[in-house]
């Protein structure tokens, strides 16, 4: 029998504070407001018998003499193919003036998949992005972030792998959007007719900071759920600094003690909790995990992004529109070049990429006033084609017509004797790039 409770203490921002017994940390609880409303709230804090719970809704309406009554379950999202298209808030309710998500409720925030059923990821995800699929391949269970700065197209570079991977399944977790952001993935998964195997759970900026922090956790218990069955799921995180600045808020309403630049100590094991459930499952499915950071400033050192690097397993840096390939990396690439891809990916890319490096000190020169020699100026000309062909985010090719135009780009720039290449991948595929070009 569930226990009522008619009194509560305090009330402080989204939190509530009731005296209760029996009750454990994350319990959902029912609160009953006097005008017949109710609203939601879960165990946040326990100290004795004082129980401190965030209501998923702003305080306002409730009274200190409204009921509480605790529901011996944990928050839970609902999960059921009839999830598919849809579009709900932080606390698992619709958005999109559907009707009721019909399914079985699933238990958020649990722990990660157990080590023993994971395998290694070996299977590429392609985004048709060079920058991507050519020179730092997201790997099938990877969990990757976007490192970026407020107003770069990292909500754009989303909407583009959700829009060209194979995924079964694409989860999109929004925290903190404004409207015209949560307007755009909407628009986005219409009309490239992904609508129905994509599922949103959004958090708006107006909407309470409880809720922001709910998000990412329903898309990934809904997420693992969907790879128990076996399918290929993509989960989109945007943005994790949204939701650790909710953290943050809530932590300061509880009066903890902060730590580095006002986050709690928790933040690396709540930013790894989720991070974590990116998976490939043994004869299942898997979860894959791309999340974007903004950086403050455009600090890599702020607690988020640092904390973030720790975790993943590398980054994609967004800066100036376009990949950085210096800044960007992948550390489960080498899984796949070479051994599912091209012979000659792995040598390419690098030369490519050596290439260009060179190519930025010999604009460097070039803007100091120094004469160029005729290799500077290859090498000028390469940076340029490079820019314009391989990091422009509007350029879209399969990886194979990625690696041609790689050649292509050589073959125009460059001598075979000038590159340090291996004759055999000279051999097989220098000629055929000269007869493409002619």
Request: charged share 25%.
């Amino acid at each position: 029998m569930k226990t009522v409770y008619e009194r509560i203490q305090d009330m402080r921002g989204n939190l509530i504070r009731v005296k209760a017994q029996g009750v454990s940390l994350g319990e959902l609880a029912r609160v009953d407001l006097a005008d017949g409303s109710s609203t939601f709230a879960s165990v946040l804090m326990i100290e004795g018998d004082d129980v401190t719970l965030q209501v998923f809704k702003n305080t306002r309406g409730i009274s200190t003499g409204d009921k509480v009554t605790f529901l011996s379950r944990q928050m839970q999202a609902t999960y059921g193919e009839s999830l598919l298209g849809r579009r709900l808030n932080g606390a698992g309710e619709p958005i999109d003036s559907g009707p009721q998500v019909v399914g079985i409720g699933v238990d958020i925030g649990q722990p990660s998949f157990n080590p023993t059923k994971r395998i290694i990821p070996r299977e590429m995800v392609r985004t048709n992005i060079p920058m991507i699929d050519m020179f730092n391949c997201l790997v099938k269970s990877q969990k990757i972030p976007i490192f970026s700065i407020p107003g770069e197209p990292y909500n754009e570079l989303l909407m583009r792998i959700a829009n060209q991977t194979d995924a079964d399944v694409v989860i999109i977790a929004g925290m903190g959007l404004t409207f015209a952001e949560y307007q755009a993935f909407i628009d986005n998964a219409e009309q490239a007719g992904t609508i129905n195997k994509t599922v949103m759970f959004i958090h708006r900026a107006t909407d309470p900071a409880v809720e922001c922090m709910l998000v990412p956790d329903m898309a990934l218990a809904c997420a693992e759920k969907f790879a128990i069955e076996d399918k290929d799921v993509l989960v989109l995180l945007t943005d994790m600094t949204s939701f650790a600045d909710a953290n943050k808020e809530i932590a300061i309403t509880m009066d903890q003690v902060p730590s580095n630049r006002g986050y709690p100590g928790s933040l690396y094991s709540d930013l790894a909790s989720r991070y974590e459930k990116a998976v490939m499952i043994e004869g299942s499915g898997s979860i894959t995990v791309i999340a974007v950071t903004t950086m403050p400033g455009d600090d890599v050192t702020h607690p988020v992004p640092d904390n973030t690097g720790y975790i993943t397993e590398g980054q994609f840096y967004l800066h100036g529109g376009r990949i950085d390939p210096f800044g960007s990396l992948s550390r489960l690439k080498q899984n796949v070049i070479g051994k599912v891809t091209r012979e000659d990916h792995g040598d390419l890319a690098n030369t490519m990429i050596r290439l260009y490096s060179d190519s930025k000190r010999a604009r460097e020169r070039q803007g100091m006033g120094f004469r160029l020699s005729k290799w500077d100026e290859k090498l000028l000309f390469f940076g340029k084609l490079f820019e314009e062909r391989m990091m422009n985010l509007e350029v879209n090719h399969a990886l194979e017509e990625a690696l041609d135009m790689g050649w292509m780009m050589l073959a125009e720039c460059f001598e075979p004797k000038e590159l340090g290449l291996k004759e055999k991948l000279v051999a097989r595929y220098w000629p055929q790039v000269a007869a493409n070009k002619a």
